[in-house]
C-alpha cells in the first residue's frame, strides 16, 4: 500500500472511531476488527494474525488443537466438477460427508448440498422436484435423482451482486466467502440460481467432538451467525491435492473432480468421452460443475 | 447578527416549538415513542437470536423487511411528482407544498436506511461499505448503487428544505442560482432512487418474476400513487390545524394527477400478467403463487385480490372528478391507495418473487412478531421524525417564526417560493 493511501485511511478511521465505538459497545469487536483491509489486501502480518485468532478462538471454544490454513490457489490449476446423474442413487452419503467435513451447522440443520428427487418422466424439472423424500428407500423406482450446490460459476451472479466484496472467484475457480466481510444481506441468494448459499440465521451449533480440525480461512472454518456460507469444494482438501469430501464418500462414483489442464485428469476425461451438460444453460452463468448421463 | 448566530437561533427555536403543543400532538408524540421502545425491543431480541426470529429462511432470504423498504423508497422519489409540476410548469397552488414533499422524502429515505440495516445479519460491519475503510462493490453491485443514491438524495433533500428553511427564517430570499439547481436536480435523483432500487431486483436473471424490463417503470408509476397519497391527507390535515391555506384546486390537481399514475400503474401489471398467463411458461409459477396459489400454498392470495382491488377502486375514486372533489372518497380513495401500494410493494413484490425458490421449493412466509413489531418500530421512528420537521417547518412558511430583528417583520409571509 502507498503512503497516501495509508493516511487517507488513517484519516477515514479518525472520523469513523465514534462509531467504532459504538460497534464496539454492541459486540465484541475489536478496533482491529473494524478497520481490517478486504482479505485480498491485508498484509501478511495481519493475515497471519488472523489465522492465529480463528486459531485461539477454536481452540477455546472446541478444546482441539486446529489448523487454520490460507492454502492459496496453485498456478495452472483449474478446478472443475462432473457429477453422473445415471449413476447416482439418492442415497444423500454426500450431504452427511459434507456437513461432517465443513464443519455446517447441527442446529439449526444447514447442508450445502441439496439432492432433489426428481420424475423420470419429466426429466430436469425442478418445479416437481422434491429435496425431502426419505433416503432410507432409495433409488426409487420411476425416479432420478440430481444433487446440486455450488456450481462454482465462470461468470457467478453473486459476485456481482455482493456489494462489499465479500464473495470472488478465486484463480483457481473456487468461489469463495470471507466469514469476515460479508454484512449478511443476502444479495448474493437472491442472485444464485442455484439455491446453492446459506445463511445463519442464529448461532451455528457444532459439537466438539464432530468439529474438523482440518482448517482453511476461506472455507470450513466455523462461522459465526448472520453471514452466508456455501460450498467451496472442500478447498482445505483441494489445494493439498486432495479429493472433495463428497468425491471420496460417492459410493456409486458418481462424482469426478480434478483439474481442467491436466490432460490425465478424471474430469478432462469426462469432459472429452462424455456429453455433458449444465443447469439453467439459458442463463449464462457457465457454471464449472458439468452433469453427464454416463449409463 | 452572524449567520452562525442566526443558525444557532434557528436550532434553538426549531427545538422550543417541537417541544411545545397541545395535549392531542403530546398524545401523537407519546404513542410514536412508545411504539419505538417496542420495536427497539423486538430489534434488540432479533440480535440475540439471530435472523432466526423472523420467518425468513433460505428459501425465501428477503421478504417483509426489504418489502418495506421498498415501498417507503417510492414514497420518498413520490417528491418529485409534486416538484415537478410546481417548478417546471410554475403551478403556483402546488409550489406551497413541495416542501412538505421533500420533508417526507428525508422521513421515508431514514426508514429505509432503517429497513436495510435491520435485515442484514451484521449491522457492525456497515463500515465495510464505506469507501476508503471499506470496499464498496462499484460498479457491479446494485445494493451499491442503491447505497449511494439514497445517501445522496437524502444529503441532497435535506441540504434544500434546511438552506430554503433558514433563509425564510431570516426572512430572506432564497439565491435562486443555488436554489433551482439544486431542486432540478432532485428531479432526476427521485426518478433515479427509485430506478435503481427496481434494477436491484430486475438484474438478477435466477428470479424471472423480477426478470422483465417494465419493473422500473411499475415502481415509478407505483410511486407515483404512494406517495402523494400521503401529501394530499397532510395538506388536509395542515389546514386545519394551522393558518397554512391550502387551495382545494392544489389538492384536486394532485388527486387527478394520481389518477394518471394509477392507470399506468394497473396498465403496466395487466402487461405483466397477460405475458406470464398468455405464453405460460415455467415462469407463471410464481404469478400463481401471488393470485391463485399452487397446491395449498395460498396465504398471500387475499392480500394480492385487496391489492388490486384496492389499486382499481381508488383509480375510479381518482378519476371521477366528482368523487376526487368529495372530501370523504377523496380520502378513502388515498387509504385505498397506500394499502394497495403498500400490499402490492411490501408483499406482492419480494415473496412472490422468491416462491417458489429456485430449485422449485415452496416455503410459505409470512412474517412473524419480530417483523411486525420492529417495522411498527421503524414506522414510528419515520412519523416522529416527519412529525418534528413539518412542526418547525410550518411556523416558519407561515412566517411566524423569525430569527431576524424587527427589520424583516414584513418578510414574506409565504415561501418566497410560493
Not at chain 1, 479518525?14 to 464496539?24: D, K, Q
Not at chain 1, 439453467?280 to 457454471?287: D, G, I
Not at chain 2, 430572506?172 to 432540478?184: E, R
Request: net charge neutral; aromatic share 12%; proline share 6%.
Amino acid at each position: 500500500m502507498n503512503a497516501p493511501d495509508t493516511t487517507r485511511r488513517d484519516f477515514l478511521c479518525t472520523l469513523a472511531g465514534c462509531a467504532a465505538a459504538l460497534a464496539g459497545a454492541c459486540g465484541d469487536v475489536t478496533h482491529t476488527e473494524f478497520f481490517r483491509s478486504h482479505f485480498k489486501e491485508l498484509t501478511p502480518e495481519d493475515l497471519d494474525g488472523i489465522l492465529k485468532k480463528i486459531e485461539r478462538e477454536c481452540e477455546t471454544k472446541y478444546g482441539k488443537d486446529v489448523d487454520v490454513k490460507n492454502t492459496p490457489a496453485r498456478e495452472g490449476v483449474q478446478f472443475a466438477y462432473a457429477l453422473d446423474i445415471s449413476r447416482c442413487v439418492g442415497c444423500r452419503r454426500c450431504v452427511y460427508a459434507c456437513v461432517a467435513e465443513n464443519n455446517q451447522s447441527r442446529d439449526p440443520v444447514v447442508q450445502w448440498i441439496r439432492v432433489l428427487e426428481m420424475d423420470k418422466e419429466k426429466g430436469i424439472d425442478f418445479e416437481h422436484a422434491n429435496p425431502y423424500y426419505d433416503a432410507e428407500t432409495v433409488p426409487r423406482p420411476g425416479h432420478t435423482y440430481l444433487p446440486v450446490a455450488c456450481q462454482h460459476c465462470e461468470n457467478p451472479p453473486c459476485v456481482k451482486t455482493c456489494p462489499v466484496g465479500a464473495t470472488w472467484k478465486e484463480p483457481d475457480g473456487i468461489v469463495v466467502i470471507d466469514y469476515d466481510w460479508c454484512i449478511g444481506c443476502r444479495c448474493c441468494m437472491s442472485a444464485c440460481p442455484y439455491g446453492a448459499r446459506r445463511f445463519n440465521w442464529k448461532e451455528p451449533s457444532l459439537p466438539a467432538d464432530e468439529m474438523n480440525p482440518n482448517l482453511h480461512v476461506l472455507g470450513n472454518r466455523p462461522r459465526p451467525k448472520g453471514v452466508v456460507e456455501k460450498c467451496t469444494w472442500c478447498v482445505h482438501r483441494v489445494r493439498d491435492g486432495r479429493y472433495p469430501a463428497c468425491v471420496e464418500v460417492c459410493p456409486v462414483g458418481a462424482r469426478k473432480f480434478g483439474n481442467l489442464l491436466d490432460p490425465s485428469s478424471e474430469i478432462r476425461y469426462v469432459l472429452d468421452k462424455k456429453r455433458v451438460f449444465v443447469l439453467k444453460n439459458e442463463l449464462a452463468t457457465h457454471p464449472r460443475f458439468y452433469y453427464f448421463y454416463g449409463l | 447578527m452572524s449567520v452562525f448566530g442566526q443558525f444557532l437561533r434557528f436550532v434553538t427555536g426549531s427545538v422550543r416549538i417541537v417541544t411545545r403543543g397541545n395535549a392531542l400532538y403530546w398524545t401523537w408524540i407519546l404513542s410514536l415513542l412508545v411504539m419505538i421502545a417496542i420495536g427497539a425491543t423486538a430489534y434488540v431480541h432479533q440480535m440475540q437470536t439471530g435472523l432466526i426470529s423472523t420467518s425468513m429462511r433460505d428459501q425465501v432470504s428477503w421478504a417483509f423487511y426489504i418489502g418495506n423498504f421498498t415501498f417507503l423508497v417510492g414514497v420518498a422519489a413520490a417528491a418529485v411528482l409534486l416538484v415537478i409540476p410546481a417548478y417546471v410548469y410554475h403551478w403556483k397552488p402546488i409550489k406551497e407544498v413541495v416542501i412538505l414533499g421533500e420533508l417526507l422524502a428525508i422521513a421515508a429515505i431514514v426508514m429505509c436506511a432503517l429497513f436495510v440495516l435491520v435485515d442484514v445479519g451484521h449491522p457492525d460491519r456497515l463500515q465495510h461499505l464505506m469507501p476508503g475503510i471499506g470496499t464498496l462493490n462499484l460498479p457491479t453491485s446494485l445494493l451499491a448503487w442503491d447505497v449511494v443514491v439514497l445517501n445522496g438524495y437524502l444529503v441532497l433533500n435535506f441540504t434544500i428544505v434546511t438552506y430554503l428553511l433558514f433563509m425564510l427564517v431570516r426572512g430572506k430570499h432564497p439565491n435562486y442560482a443555488i436554489f433551482t439547481p439544486l431542486v432540478l436536480l432532485s428531479i432526476p435523483w427521485a426518478i433515479g432512487i427509485h430506478t435503481v432500487t427496481a434494477f436491484l431486483y430486475n438484474g438478477l436473471a435466477a428470479r424471472p418474476f423480477w426478470n422483465s424490463a417494465i419493473l422500473a417503470p411499475r415502481f415509478i408509476a407505483s410511486a407515483l400513487c404512494s406517495g402523494p397519497a400521503v401529501l394530499v391527507v397532510l395538506m388536509q390535515l395542515l389546514r386545519r390545524f394551522t393558518r397554512f391555506e391550502i387551495q382545494d384546486a392544489a389538492i384536486w390537481k394532485v388527486a387527478e394527477l394520481m389518477a394518471y399514475a394509477m392507470f399506468l400503474n394497473l396498465f403496466l401489471l395487466g402487461a405483466e400478467v397477460f405475458k406470464e398467463y398468455y405464453s405460460g411458461t415455467e415462469h407463471l409459477i410464481h404469478m400463481q403463487y401471488m393470485f391463485a396459489g399452487v397446491g395449498e400454498h395460498d396465504a398471500i392470495v387475499p392480500f394480492m385480490w385487496t391489492a388490486v382491488a384496492c389499486s382499481f377502486i381508488s383509480f375510479l375514486l381518482f378519476l371521477v372528478p366528482q368523487t376526487r372533489k368529495n372530501p370523504i372518497t377523496l380520502n378513502l380513495g388515498c387509504g385505498l391507495i397506500w394499502l394497495g401500494v403498500y400490499l402490492e410493494k411490501g408483499m406482492g413484490l419480494v415473496i412472490p418473487g422468491m416462491t417458489p425458490d429456485t430449485l422449485g421449493e415452496i416455503y410459505e412466509y409470512q412474517p412473524s412478531r419480530t417483523e411486525w413489531l420492529v417495522a411498527m418500530g421503524i414506522f414510528a421512528v419515520g412519523f416522529l421524525l416527519f412529525t418534528l420537521m413539518v412542526k418547525v417547518a410550518t411556523p416558519i412558511m407561515l412566517g411566524e417564526f423569525r430569527v431576524a430583528g424587527d427589520e424583516h417583520a414584513h418578510a414574506p409571509a409565504k415561501p418566497a417560493t410560493a
